[in-house]
T-cell receptor, first 117, second 114 residues
Framework: DTEVTQTPKHLVMGMTNKKSLKCEQH?????MYWYKQKAKKPPELMFV???????INESVPSRFSPECPNSSLLNLHLHALQPEDSALYLC????????????????FGEGSRLTVL | GNSVTQMEGPVTLSEEAFLTINCTYT??????LFWYVQYPGEGLQLLLK?????DKGSNKGFEATYRKETTSFHLEKGSVQVSDSAVYFC?????????????FGTGTLLAVQP
């Protein structure tokens, strides 16, 4: 199983709503990532988890709250978002966070397309 | 700092044409270099990689050679198909970096017409 599964595929929410994006992998990977991708742009790193602990937060606003309940699951909790937060949110995983033989080899999910009204 | 520069798109080709997408990088030491592909409506997939100078990465008929002297990692394919239509991202991870952090180029849209 070499898949990263993200749900939901599409989400529409108002600025006062609370919602969550979910990501799951069963490859035994110990690093998981959230990326944000705007149209016609490259993905931008948001958060990195290593062994279920937050390792990198790229100065993301607190209205985005990540959570890693176990080594297979990664959530992104959304609250009080702005219309400019509308984007494709990509989850990825890799065997390890450390540079090494498989450095840079990330497995991406298909993404959750978020629209904030 | 570390950065990746890709040729502007879109690149429009006829089926069976030869493809080159240029990529150059700025980095200290010996970064690892990657090409990722994003098909319409999907996430990114690793297409190929190279970890040291003169390495050639290859997959699905695509090739790229790590050229340290020109700091380049150009993507090539001898005969493109309609199914190759996608956005292609060149990327690097810095040498000796403490974390597995990808730095992406801006992406190049390839459209192959039958």
């Amino acid at each position: 199983d070499t898949e990263v599964t993200q749900t939901p595929k599409h989400l529409v929410m108002g600025m006062t709503n609370k919602k969550s994006l979910k990501c799951e992998q069963h490859m035994g990977h110990r690093a998981m990532y959230w990326y944000k991708q705007k149209a016609k742009k490259p993905p931008e790193l948001m958060f990195v988890y290593s062994y279920e602990k937050l390792s990198i937060n790229e100065s993301v606003p607190s209205r985005f709250s990540p959570e890693c309940p176990n080594s297979s699951l990664l959530n992104l909790h959304l609250h009080a978002l702005q219309p400019e937060d509308s984007a494709l949110y990509l989850c990825a995983s890799s065997p390890s966070i450390l540079a090494g033989g498989s450095a840079g080899e990330l497995f991406f999910g298909e993404g959750s397309r978020l629209t904030v009204l | 700092g570390n950065s990746v520069t890709q040729m502007e798109g879109p690149v429009t080709l006829s089926e069976e044409a030869f493809l080159t997408i240029n990529c150059t990088y700025t980095a200290t030491g010996y970064p690892s270099l990657f090409w990722y592909v994003q098909y319409p409506g999907e996430g990114l997939q690793l297409l190929l990689k190279a970890t040291k100078a003169d390495d050639k990465g290859s997959n699905k008929g695509f090739e790229a050679t790590y050229r340290k002297e020109t700091t380049s990692f150009h993507l090539e394919k001898g005969s493109v198909q309609v199914s190759d239509s996608a956005v292609y991202f060149c990327a690097l991870t810095p040498y000796g970096g403490a974390t597995n952090k990808l730095i992406f180029g801006t992406g190049t849209l390839l459209a192959v017409q039958p």
